[in-house]
């Protein structure tokens, strides 16, 4: 289940650090994935087998629908906001500190509460986070994990 998670988590991440246009369509694809990622992880609190694995599909489709509304708020200043702060979040700030950005033009706000580092088998320095947003006063949270790449910037973990 968790790297089901993470695997939501990972692609949630990657659409919201892609540098995009402000256009209301990719607006829209970032704030469907994200609200994808909090219907699913919603949905795995519900149930076990293969009623928890409904409760995921169903938790998915309602959060895209969702997300894909509030998606249409995030702009490009958003995007690098959360950028921003997720890796000062996981290069410097101590284990379960919250650090936050805001846009003051959009409204929109979010924040990175980060956990202890540890090395993986092959030595790679990773942490695991916690992610909030908020967008038109709608708030979404999902969990994953990021590394330290060779170039020393942070990758989200699949």
Request: aromatic letters at 4%; one cysteine or more; glycine letters at 16%.
């Amino acid at each position: 289940m968790n790297r089901i998670l993470n695997v939501l988590m990972g692609g949630a991440m990657a659409i919201s650090l892609v540098a995009c246009d402000t256009e209301a369509g990719q607006k829209q694809q970032a704030g469907t994935l994200l609200g994808a990622v909090g219907g699913a992880l919603a949905g795995s609190a519900i149930g076990d087998g293969r009623g928890q694995m409904a409760a995921i599909a169903v938790g998915t489709l309602l959060g895209a629908g969702i997300g894909q509304e509030v998606g249409k708020s995030l702009d490009r200043a958003d995007r690098t906001a959360m950028q921003q702060t997720m890796t000062r979040s996981l290069e410097s700030s101590p284990s379960g500190q919250r650090t936050e950005w805001r846009n003051p033009d959009s409204g929109n706000y979010g924040a990175y509460t980060p956990q202890p580092a540890y090395k993986t088998a092959s030595n790679q320095t990773c942490r695991e986070f916690q992610q909030t947003i908020t967008v038109g006063g709608r708030q979404e949270s999902g969990y994953g994990t990021a590394c330290r790449q060779p170039d020393g910037s942070w990758q989200i973990q699949n």
